[in-house]
């Protein structure tokens, strides 16, 4: 890499080594004042930054106050699975499709824009919270606002109450569909009782979160529910600088065929325009095309819009910041010390114990941090009351256990995405974790403790939070 970076022959610099009494094998690293030594022996001149540095001013670019412009409301929908997510995502768009739309044909290309009022709404395509969290744990947040549906002949679910975990670790709002509505067995009345003990506090329970009753096959009331968006919107009072390089995040990346890499993105911040050089995750490219969601080419894309990039020379991946930069140059610069990093990376994770309860609490200690977050996962019901009821117990004016969540049921990826974005440690009782959730959690260094009497489980957690835990059994 050094030979490459001075453009010479790699031989040359091994064989250099070799005259020092050196002998270098594939994958050696050589520090950076030996490398200073040797670029200096090749008659060359260097300049010492810090790696970090040469990402330095590609993302949030400081905005002046007058130049933020309101932006339209960016939407996920999450739920327990068969409540209606994907229906209502179809329902929503069908009864939105721009007239004049051959046979109402739009483009699936991972998010749609609606109109409502005049006003625009941001949808992301795909239903759920495990996209949302995967996003999130590449450092992106995509959603402002989160609709959390309930089927009114069902109830509350475990995935309701995951969903609900993400969106508030997320800091996004809720607004509650309750549908199914139009079923002879629907009880909207008992879901909004039993989101007050999941502290989602509707407005007809004396909270604050919107709900609406919907009907996805019907068509009911979904007027009413883009009208909660707006609203809620307004009082997020969402704003971006249209007036500078665009930055965003990709939604969801494929190789395709005929048109090479596409990338869905949703600018966040700025405009993006046909030309543009955009280094996306550890890709980059020049912008050949726009695609919108109804299939059409444009010139530019304005913030919360989601459009297609045509022209990457690679696929990125789903959850990838993005952002225009000035120059190809930059560009490669920024994204082979990515691909390094990657690789890096890669080769540290065996030793990664980002998850451990161990490097958590030493983590805690030197941040100041008071509480101590936790992903719970158990068998049952009781054992998940029984082990929080045990956890609130051990709190102290200094340190307290924080509960991200909480559910009874297998550990899967979803549960490990939430403990890594929350910095939280994953612990199962009595359950253990599915074959993904194992290989996210090692691909993320996260350390999944598993428990099977509660009282170990609280001492251990006790003894993290007092930074007296013994070394792993
Ligand atoms: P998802 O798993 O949350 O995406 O749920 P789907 O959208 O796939 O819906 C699950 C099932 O519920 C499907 O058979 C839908 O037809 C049905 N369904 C969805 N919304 C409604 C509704 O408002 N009323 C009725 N009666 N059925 C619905």
């Known amino acids: 890499e050094l030979a490459q970076r001075m453009s010479?022959?790699?031989?040359?610099?091994?064989?250099?080594f070799m005259k020092q009494g050196q002998i270098l094998k594939p994958g050696d690293v050589i520090d950076a004042d030996t490398a200073e030594l040797i670029a200096v022996e090749f008659g060359h001149t260097v300049r010492r930054v810090a790696e970090s540095d040469i990402e330095e001013g590609l993302f949030d670019v400081a905005d002046r106050p007058e130049d933020m412009e309101p932006r339209s409301p960016v939407v996920t929908i999450m739920g327990h699975?068969?409540?209606?997510?994907?229906?209502?995502?179809?329902?929503?768009?069908?009864?939105?499709?721009?007239?004049?739309?051959?046979?109402?044909?739009?483009?699936?290309?991972?998010?749609?824009?609606?109109?409502?009022?005049?006003?625009?709404?941001?949808?992301?395509?795909?239903?759920?919270?495990?996209?949302?969290?995967?996003?999130r744990a590449r450092g992106a947040q995509?959603?402002?606002i989160a609709i959390l549906v309930v089927a009114a002949d069902d109830s509350v679910m475990p995935q309701?109450?995951?969903?609900?975990?993400?969106?508030?670790?997320?800091?996004?709002?809720?607004?509650?569909?309750?549908?199914?509505?139009?079923?002879?067995?629907?009880?909207?009345?008992?879901?909004?009782?039993?989101?007050?003990?999941h502290e989602v506090f509707v407005e007809s329970m004396g909270g604050e979160v919107l709900d609406v009753e919907v009907s996805a096959t019907k068509g009911t009331n979904l007027d009413k529910l883009l009208e909660a968006i707006l609203l809620q919107a307004e009082l997020l009072d969402l704003r971006a600088n249209a007036n500078r390089t665009a930055e965003g995040v990709v939604i969801e990346a494929k190789l395709d065929k005929g048109r090479g890499s596409v990338a869905t993105v949703l600018v966040q911040t700025g405009t993006l325009l046909v030309g543009d050089i955009v280094v996306a995750g550890n890709e980059w490219g020049r912008v050949r095309a726009l695609v919108d969601d109804h299939g059409e080419h444009v010139k530019e894309a304005l913030p919360a819009t989601p459009v297609e990039i045509l022209g990457l020379q690679g696929t990125p991946q789903?959850?990838?910041?993005?952002?225009?930069?000035?120059?190809?140059?930059?560009?490669?610069?920024?994204?082979?010390?990515?691909?390094?990093?990657?690789?890096?990376?890669?080769?540290?994770?065996?030793?990664?114990?980002?998850?451990?309860?161990?490097?958590?609490?030493?983590?805690?200690?030197?941040?100041?941090l008071k509480e101590f977050p936790l992903v719970i996962k158990a068998d049952?019901?009781?054992?998940?009351?029984?082990?929080?009821?045990?956890?609130?117990?051990l709190g102290t004016d200094e340190v307290r256990a924080r509960i991200v969540?909480?559910?009874?049921?297998?550990?899967?990826?979803?549960?490990?995405?939430?403990?890594?974005?929350?910095?939280?440690?994953?612990?199962?009782?009595?359950?253990?974790?599915?074959?993904?959730?194992?290989?996210?959690?090692?691909?993320?260094?996260?350390?999944?403790?598993?428990?099977n009497i509660i009282y170990n489980l609280v001492d251990d957690v006790k003894a993290a939070m007092s930074g007296l835990l013994s070394p792993e059994r």
């Open 8 to 16: 010479e022959r790699a031989v040359d610099v091994v064989k250099y």
């Open 142 to 144: 995509a959603t402002d």
């Open 318 to 368: 789903a959850g990838d910041r993005f952002a225009v930069v000035t120059n190809e140059a930059r560009a490669r610069e920024i994204t082979e010390y990515r691909q390094r990093l990657a690789r890096d990376k890669a080769a540290a994770r065996h030793v990664g114990q980002r998850g451990s309860l161990e490097h958590m609490m030493s983590q805690l200690q030197s941040s100041g």
């Open 81 to 135: 699975v068969d409540h209606g997510k994907t229906s209502l995502l179809d329902a929503i768009r069908n009864a939105n499709v721009v007239s004049g739309e051959a046979g109402g044909i739009t483009q699936h290309i991972g998010a749609y824009q609606v109109e409502k009022n005049g006003q625009k709404i941001t949808f992301i395509d795909t239903p759920g919270h495990a996209a949302f969290t995967a996003m």
């Open 405 to 451: 969540h909480a559910g009874a049921g297998g550990i899967t990826e979803s549960d490990v995405s939430l403990a890594e974005t929350s910095g939280a440690a994953m612990i199962g009782f009595n359950v253990r974790a599915n074959p993904q959730a194992r290989q996210a959690a090692e691909q993320a260094g996260i350390d999944i403790r598993y428990y």
């Open 380 to 393: 049952v019901q009781g054992s998940v009351e029984a082990i929080i009821a045990a956890l609130d117990k």
């Open 160 to 197: 309701t109450i995951e969903s609900i975990s993400h969106a508030k670790a997320a800091g996004v709002p809720i607004i509650v569909a309750i549908n199914k509505i139009d079923k002879p067995s629907a009880d909207p009345q008992k879901v909004r009782t039993q989101l007050l003990q």
